[in-house]
């Protein structure tokens, strides 16, 4: 249960990454002189988007905003539920599983409206910069997959403590 509660926190942290990065990539095309880009938003930025679609997606983030920062409200709420559920004393069961899944039907929610948002934002793309999209998210996920293998191998060969 707390692994599939870290495994949706995990998943939930991702999507506001990749949100965050189409709202930064949208807003304008950079930031001052000698400042650097999030790199989250690099994903849309090499999309060469048109001004139009800059301008439909800041109207697409703007009609969410509202929405998610009450579900990032009621994420905050029912992750501080569960933490108070799990350090009580006494230990009660039937109150860690009850707000174990208040914050899973809110990280739900969170991620269907991410997804969403990602969905619209990704049917205003051309079928050039779709392709281009998916290829930059194979590589991203090649990265990141070699990334865990390498920090796994570095668990392995790690001496175990001797007990």
């Known amino acids: 249960m707390v692994r599939h509660c870290r495994s949706l926190a995990a998943a939930a942290l991702v999507a506001s990454v990749v949100v965050g990065g189409v709202v930064v990539s949208a807003q304008r095309p950079g930031f001052g002189p000698g400042q650097r880009r999030a790199q989250a938003g690099l994903a849309l930025r090499g999309l060469d988007l048109t001004e ?75 079928p050039e910069q779709q392709t281009r999209l998916q290829t930059m998210r194979a590589e991203r996920d090649a990265r990141m997959k070699a990334r865990m293998d390498r920090l796994q191998q570095r668990g392995q060969r790690r001496p175990q403590p001797q007990a």
């Open 52 to 126: 139009a679609q800059r301008e439909q997606v800041r109207q697409l983030t703007e009609q969410n905003r509202e929405q998610t920062r009450t579900l990032l409200d009621r994420l905050q709420t029912a992750q501080e539920a569960r933490r108070k559920a799990v350090e009580a004393i006494p230990f009660s069961e039937p109150q860690i599983r009850a707000a174990a899944q208040a914050l899973a039907e809110v990280e739900a929610e969170l991620a269907v409206q991410r997804a969403r948002l990602q969905a619209d934002v990704y049917a205003l793309l051309t």
